[in-house]
């Protein structure tokens, strides 16, 4: 049966004795094989349709000329097809399906005429809500069809097997690169998605969404499909998405050039996305490295998110389709959910299973998990959508769900008394069912008690830590370790070189030599007062020897202790002029490091039911969990800034906002007094951490806490300052699930509120 076909009694066709269909004269059937049964494709020329039907219903359609009734057809069709033959049933189902869809002749237009129709506007299939049109506005730009050909001469060679084998090649040695450097390529993920990053990051997305729709065209091309139109589409008012209308594959007969179609994006993202990780491995801090590595998060991540995603009608889709040979298996699942929930949930007993139950598992299963994940999709468009307009969107999102419910609702009820054209439900039994399911989430609600558990941010603190920073500017000249590297008391770790200060370091030698010469003989002479004149000048030359030679010194940094290296900037050090109190790099200790919290004030009695107990670490970028033992949590709330880390300016999860610059000498010194000793601190040097934890505060007070952990626990590896995650506390007291669930949705619609409002 072709796509949106149902068992519904036909009001719009007339009796099949009397009725003269005539399919229209620009429809186009093409041949394809599934599972060794014979199958069509309806193309509709005009309006870029296509349906899949089987042999029973193309030998149906195809006696179509006006001059034959139904009867004369349908009897046609039980004499060619046999025991496969449509039912008169069936064949009123396919006819008012064609009248629906437009695909037979009128009495009152003739084709000349619904071609002039068409080309001012193709209607949609299926009637899109005003708020679905309004939230994926599309806006077509023409036909690429004879650009995508010119294109296709050119890169033929990338569509072939030869370049399939470099593609495998290069795929494996980037994944292998990327394997080797994950660890930092998850804790980069950090600075991939601060507000800084957006503009480029889309950028990059957009860049690479219109190279793989050109794809999509290309491969179309290829073999032998027309491509009608290219357009942009903006999701969300914000968010532009190209596309290309490849639904010309659909007639190919072969599946795996239906494949190779749908995949042709993917398979071109995921080329760049190898050469992007062969460019971010190879390259230090800079325009290229952050280019390649947003070319890796948006080829990948996202790709996977929705592309891929067979859940949803994009390329996983049509090659899952493809592969498990079930056409229409979006709309079959979506059948198989209904045929479900109304057996389910209305008791309704005589509803015959839908006819392509001869794989109830893969279409089942499909059905059920497309079904979910079409809720989540929607309630994540939601939230994006009260995101926007700095809140203000709320207001267009409960439009919406109030649309949904009041649609749902009546839907429902017409149901309920009419069986929407199929089997009636029994109304006693239905209600009884309805108010069954909706006592049992009530009472889930009610019953179900919980002990939520809140997550506090936490980061990791080195109290004896030393940053070693320059006195003396100069000329990066050799870098002796790396990010990570374990290194011994005394070891040099880098070299500067500044020939201004050497060569006066040789001056100063050489004038002190000079001066001792004089100074002896002044002293020969008996020439007193010169050679107690020329004593105080050698004195001079010898203190400012000292000071210069200490400064030269001091550009051979030496490590003050055995511990890791920590520098993100280490790999492009090399030839860098640096001035004076620029951080070169950081050693941690081997000391366990100690876990800084920042808890929030309403869970102050969970805080402090968890004094001495452990608590669970699990750090951003790291794999697996922690323990540690919480302990010193401060009397009073506050609202400065616990550490740079955690700050949302820096991609952690506190808000922050500006403070009043008469705060700022108090808050400069609590920064001083949480850091402890200045000169091994993350607060030393030129104070700009201690400037920038002065100049903002949180929005809101929060207590901090410190925990240790747990003797025994292995760390993990490259462990550093500042690497931040959440520490979860088991809740002391319980709360019913229903409870629990309103009071998190009357926060996040309060809060949507306040901010629709403040940006009023």
Same mark, same amino acid.
């Given at each position: 049966?072709?796509?949106?076909? &149902?068992?519904?009694?036909?009001?719009?066709?007339?009796?099949?004795?009397?009725?003269?269909?005539?399919?229209?004269?620009?429809?186009?059937?093409?041949?394809?094989?599934?599972?060794?049964?014979?199958?069509?494709?309806?193309?509709?020329?005009?309006?870029?349709?296509?349906?899949?039907?089987?042999?029973?219903?193309?030998?149906?359609?195809?006696?179509?000329?006006?001059?034959?009734?139904?009867?004369?057809?349908? %009897?046609?069709?039980?004499?060619?097809?046999?025991?496969?033959?449509?039912?008169?049933?069936?064949?009123?189902?396919?006819?008012?399906?064609?009248?629906?869809?437009?695909?037979?002749?009128?009495?009152?237009?003739?084709?000349?005429?619904?071609?002039?129709?068409?080309?001012?506007?193709?209607?949609?299939?299926?009637?899109?809500?005003?708020?679905?049109?309004?939230?994926?506005?599309?806006?077509?730009?023409?036909?690429?069809?004879?650009?995508?050909?010119?294109?296709?001469?050119?890169?033929?060679?990338?569509?072939?097997?030869?370049?399939?084998?470099?593609?495998?090649?290069?795929?494996?040695?980037?994944?292998?690169?990327?394997?080797?450097?994950?660890?930092?390529?998850?804790?980069?993920?950090?600075?991939?998605?601060?507000?800084?990053?957006?503009?480029?990051?889309?950028?990059?997305?957009?860049?690479?969404?219109?190279?793989?729709?050109?794809?999509?065209?290309?491969?179309?091309?290829?073999?032998?499909?027309?491509?009608?139109?290219?357009?942009?589409?903006?999701?969300?008012?914000?968010?532009?998405?190209?596309?290309?209308?490849?639904?010309?594959?659909?007639?190919?007969?072969?599946?795996?050039?239906?494949?190779?179609?749908?995949?042709?994006?993917?398979?071109?993202?995921?080329?760049?996305?190898?050469?992007?990780?062969?460019?971010?491995?190879?390259?230090?801090?800079?325009?290229?490295?952050?280019?390649?590595?947003?070319?890796?998060?948006?080829?990948?991540?996202?790709?996977?998110?929705?592309?891929?995603?067979?859940?949803?009608?994009?390329?996983?889709?049509?090659?899952?389709?493809?592969?498990?040979?079930?056409?229409?298996?979006?709309?079959?699942?979506?059948?198989?959910?209904?045929?479900?929930?109304?057996?389910?949930?209305?008791?309704?007993?005589?509803?015959?299973?839908?006819?392509?139950?001869?794989?109830?598992?893969?279409?089942?299963?499909?059905?059920?998990?497309?079904?979910?994940?079409?809720?989540?999709?929607?309630?994540?468009?939601?939230?994006?959508?009260?995101?926007?307009?700095?809140?203000?969107?709320?207001?267009?999102?409960?439009?919406?769900?109030?649309?949904?419910?009041?649609?749902?609702?009546?839907?429902?009820?017409?149901?309920?008394?009419?069986?929407?054209?199929?089997?009636?439900?029994?109304?006693?039994?239905?209600?009884?069912?309805?108010?069954?399911?909706?006592?049992?989430?009530?009472?889930?609600?009610?019953?179900?008690?919980?002990?939520?558990?809140?997550?506090?941010?936490?980061?990791?603190?080195?109290?004896?830590?030393?940053?070693?920073?320059?006195?003396?500017?100069?000329?990066?000249?050799?870098?002796?370790? &790396?990010?990570?590297?374990?290194?011994?008391?005394?070891?040099?770790?880098?070299?500067?070189?500044?020939?201004?200060?050497?060569?006066?370091?040789?001056?100063?030698?050489?004038?002190?030599?000079?001066?001792?010469?004089?100074?002896?003989?002044?002293?020969?002479?008996?020439?007193?007062?010169?050679?107690?004149?020329?004593?105080?000048?050698?004195?001079?030359?010898?203190?400012?020897?000292? %000071?210069?030679?200490?400064?030269?010194?001091?550009?051979?940094?030496?490590?003050?202790?055995?511990?890791?290296?920590?520098?993100?900037?280490?790999?492009?050090?090399?030839g860098r002029y640096l001035h004076p109190g620029t951080a070169l790099l950081t050693v941690i200790p081997d000391s366990a490091p100690t876990v800084l919290l920042s808890v929030a004030q309403k869970h102050r009695a969970i805080l402090d039911a968890h004094r001495g107990q452990p608590v669970v670490l699990r750090l951003r970028g790291q794999t697996g969990t922690w323990k540690a033992v919480l302990e010193r949590p401060e009397a009073s709330a506050t609202t400065a800034v616990p550490h740079l880390a955690l700050l949302s300016t820096g991609g952690g999860p506190l808000p922050v906002r500006g403070r009043p610059q008469d705060h700022a000498g108090r808050q400069t010194g609590l920064a001083r007094e949480r850091a402890g000793d200045p000169?091994?601190?993350?607060?030393?040097?030129?104070?700009?951490?201690?400037?920038?934890?002065?100049?903002?505060?949180?929005?809101?007070?929060?207590?901090?806490?410190?925990?240790?952990?747990?003797?025994?626990?292995?760390?993990?590896?490259?462990?550093?300052?500042?690497?931040?995650?959440?520490?979860?506390?088991?809740?002391?007291?319980? %709360?019913?699930?229903?409870?629990?669930?309103?009071?998190?949705?009357?926060?996040?619609?309060?809060?949507?509120?306040?901010?629709?409002?403040?940006?009023?």
């Amino acid at each position: 049966m072709p796509e949106a076909m &149902t068992h519904t009694p036909d009001h719009s066709v007339r009796d099949l004795s009397v009725s003269r269909p005539r399919l229209r004269r620009d429809l186009r059937f093409t041949f394809q094989d599934l599972r060794g049964r014979p199958s069509y494709i309806l193309e509709d020329l005009t309006h870029r349709r296509y349906f899949q039907i089987g042999l029973a219903e193309y030998q149906f359609l195809r006696g179509m000329d006006g001059r034959r009734t139904a009867s004369e057809l349908l %009897a046609r069709n039980a004499r060619d097809i046999g025991e496969r033959a449509l039912s008169e049933p069936e064949a009123s189902v396919i006819l008012r399906w064609l009248v629906e869809q437009k695909l037979l002749e009128t009495d009152s237009a003739d084709q000349s005429d619904r071609r002039n129709r068409s080309a001012a506007g193709r209607p949609a299939p299926q009637k899109q809500s005003i708020l679905q049109q309004l939230l994926f506005l599309k806006f077509p730009v023409g036909n690429p069809d004879r650009v995508l050909g010119i294109w296709l001469s050119g890169l033929r060679w990338a569509t072939g097997p030869v370049f399939l084998v470099v593609w495998i090649a290069f795929v494996m040695v980037a994944a292998y690169s990327l394997a080797r450097n994950w660890q930092t390529f998850v804790q980069a993920t950090t600075s991939a998605v601060l507000p800084r990053n957006w503009f480029y990051l889309g950028l990059t997305y957009v860049t690479l969404k219109l190279v793989h729709e050109v794809w999509h065209g290309i491969f179309a091309k290829r073999h032998g499909a027309v491509v009608p139109e290219w357009g942009v589409q903006l999701l969300l008012f914000v968010t532009p998405m190209t596309y290309v209308d490849a639904s010309g594959s659909w007639r190919f007969a072969s599946r795996w050039h239906r494949i190779q179609v749908a995949a042709a994006g993917m398979y071109i993202e995921l080329f760049l996305a190898a050469a992007a990780t062969l460019v971010w491995v190879n390259t230090g801090p800079g325009i290229a490295n952050t280019v390649a590595y947003n070319t890796i998060f948006a080829a990948s991540t996202i790709t996977v998110l929705f592309n891929a995603n067979p859940l949803m009608r994009f390329d996983g889709y049509y090659i899952l389709s493809d592969l498990l040979r079930i056409p229409n298996l979006a709309a079959k699942g979506q059948q198989f959910v209904q045929w479900l929930g109304r057996k389910l949930f209305f008791g309704i007993r005589d509803q015959p299973p839908p006819a392509f139950l001869a794989q109830p598992f893969a279409i089942g299963t499909y059905g059920i998990l497309a079904f979910v994940w079409r809720w989540v999709v929607w309630i994540g468009i939601m939230t994006a959508v009260a995101l926007l307009f700095k809140g203000a969107g709320i207001i267009l999102a409960a439009f919406s769900v109030a649309g949904l419910l009041l649609t749902g609702a009546v839907k429902t009820v017409s149901f309920l008394l009419t069986g929407g054209g199929g089997p009636r439900p029994h109304l006693g039994r239905a209600l009884l069912r309805l108010a069954l399911v909706g006592a049992s989430l009530l009472a889930a609600g009610w019953f179900i008690r919980i002990s939520p558990a809140p997550k506090a941010p936490a980061v990791m603190e080195f109290a004896g830590k030393a940053i070693l920073r320059v006195r003396c500017p100069g000329f990066v000249e050799e870098v002796h370790c &790396t990010n990570g590297q374990i290194v011994e008391a005394g070891q040099v770790l880098a070299v500067l070189l500044n020939p201004g200060k050497s060569a006066e370091l040789g001056q100063l030698k050489l004038d002190i030599q000079h001066s001792e010469l004089r100074r002896r003989q002044y002293f020969e002479e008996e020439r007193l007062s010169a050679y107690q004149a020329e004593s105080e000048h050698l004195r001079s030359l010898r203190e400012k020897l000292a %000071a210069t030679q200490e400064l030269t010194d001091s550009m051979t940094f030496r490590s003050p202790m055995t511990g890791r290296v920590f520098g993100a900037e280490l790999p492009s050090l090399k030839g860098r002029y640096l001035h004076p109190g620029t951080a070169l790099l950081t050693v941690i200790p081997d000391s366990a490091p100690t876990v800084l919290l920042s808890v929030a004030q309403k869970h102050r009695a969970i805080l402090d039911a968890h004094r001495g107990q452990p608590v669970v670490l699990r750090l951003r970028g790291q794999t697996g969990t922690w323990k540690a033992v919480l302990e010193r949590p401060e009397a009073s709330a506050t609202t400065a800034v616990p550490h740079l880390a955690l700050l949302s300016t820096g991609g952690g999860p506190l808000p922050v906002r500006g403070r009043p610059q008469d705060h700022a000498g108090r808050q400069t010194g609590l920064a001083r007094e949480r850091a402890g000793d200045p000169e091994r601190s993350h607060f030393a040097g030129l104070d700009q951490e201690s400037e920038a934890l002065a100049s903002q505060e949180l929005t809101e007070a929060r207590f901090a806490a410190h925990a240790t952990l747990q003797a025994g626990e292995s760390l993990p590896g490259r462990l550093c300052e500042g690497v931040w995650g959440y520490v979860k506390l088991a809740n002391v007291a319980d %709360a019913r699930l229903g409870a629990w669930l309103c009071e998190k949705v009357i926060v996040y619609l309060t809060n949507r509120w306040e901010e629709a409002t403040g940006a009023r």
